[in-house]
């Protein structure tokens, strides 16, 4: 599933018009992206936590030239799902 199909799923599920829904998960997406920049954590009960992990810098070695390089640190987004979306996949 893309992002059209999921407005398109939403539209149906909601009699929102497809241009509404597209605001609406567009909004979602908006509003978890903010938080996650202002570090806090998103918490949907029954779905999961969206959160940040900070990725400390690392050495790495170029495959092509077996140079060495620095890899610098960084934030990356983590999802772990909730017990209702793991139950309702199994």
């Known amino acids: 599933m893309n992002k ?8 149906s599920n909601t009699g929102l018009s497809k241009a509404d829904a ?7 997406f908006d509003a978890i992206t903010e938080s996650l920049k202002k570090g806090q954590e998103v918490r949907l009960v029954g779905f999961g936590t969206f959160s940040v992990s900070r990725r400390a810098a690392t050495q790495g070695r170029n495959p ?11 934030n990356q987004p983590k999802f772990k799902a909730g017990k209702g979306l793991k139950d309702s996949v199994n």
Do not use: F, H, W, Y
């Open 4 to 11: 059209n199909d999921l407005v398109a799923t939403v539209a």
């Open 22 to 28: 597209a605001k609406a998960v567009d909004g979602v």
């Open 64 to 74: 092509r030239t077996g140079e060495n390089i620095q890899i610098p640190a960084s």
